[in-house]
């Protein structure tokens, strides 16, 4: 079974600057779109960022410009580089895939646990 699991969450001032991972693991044919969420306290989920498997990307009003998503198939592995990070920015931040292993012939979703990032002077 595929799994996701997040990493490079932690502690960053205003204006700092984190990157996170999420790397796919198991029997993997390959991955399709590769999306990032976060989940503040009290709030709902919200989407952040998706990037396709052609390097497509779209991104939430809320990041543009200073998120930006990416991904390497050959590790398998997908990417959130933050900066200019602000207090509100602080949340779990979720990865959510759609995967195929391998000998399966359809995709999946598949969700990582999420790490935390906590923005503050």
């Known amino acids: 079974q595929v799994q996701l699991m997040e990493s490079g969450g932690g502690l960053v001032r205003p204006g700092g600057s984190l990157r996170l991972s999420c790397a796919a693991s198991?029997?993997?044919?390959?991955?399709?779109?590769m999306k990032w969420y976060r989940q503040a306290p009290g709030k709902q989920r919200e989407f952040v960022a998706r990037?396709?498997?052609?390097?497509?990307?779209y991104y939430s009003d809320s990041v543009k410009g200073r998120f930006t998503i990416s991904r390497d198939d050959a590790k398998n592995t997908g990417y959130l580089q933050m900066t200019s990070l602000k207090p509100e920015s602080a949340a779990v931040y979720s990865c959510?895939?759609?995967?195929?292993?391998?000998?399966?012939?359809?995709?999946?979703?598949?969700w990582g646990e999420g790490t935390q990032v906590t923005v503050s002077s």
């Open positions: 990037i396709f498997s052609d390097g497509g990307t």
């Open positions: 959510n895939a759609m995967v195929r292993g391998s000998g399966n012939s359809e995709y999946v979703e598949r």
């Open positions: 198991g029997n993997i044919y390959s991955i399709g779109v």
